[in-house]
């Protein structure tokens, strides 16, 4: 009798082995298969990110090659005033004498 029960308690101890094997080999499985899914995902995002970064890089070139022109269209027009005031002065003083 009391072999019997060390049997079917041996028997039960063999099949939770064997269940936690391959439970076990389950999620080993799921883990790594998460993790390429991870991987890949990362990579894509890096991707992404460096693309986005070039634009970007880009963008700002082309926006300072803006500001630089229009700074100096700026001197060039300040340059025009301060002409076209010295002209009006010079005609000024000319038609007030």
């Known amino acids: ?3 019997e029960v060390i049997h079917v308690h ?3 101890l063999l099949a939770m082995r064997e269940e936690n ?3 076990e080999d389950l999620l080993n499985n799921t ?3 998460v993790k390429k899914n991870i991987g890949k995902q990362l990579m894509e995002v890096e991707d992404e990110l460096k693309t986005h970064a070039a634009h970007q890089k880009a963008e700002n070139s082309r926006l300072q090659q803006q500001i630089t ?3 100096g269209e700026t001197v060039a027009l300040k340059f025009q005033m301060n002409g076209k005031a010295a002209m009006l ?3 000024l003083t000319v038609l007030s004498q």
């Open 21 to 23: 094997k391959e439970l």
């Open 69 to 71: 022109q229009l700074k």
């Open 89 to 91: 002065v010079t005609i």
């Open 31 to 33: 883990i790594n298969e």
């Open 1 to 3: 009798m009391v072999n």
């Open 10 to 12: 041996r028997q039960e």
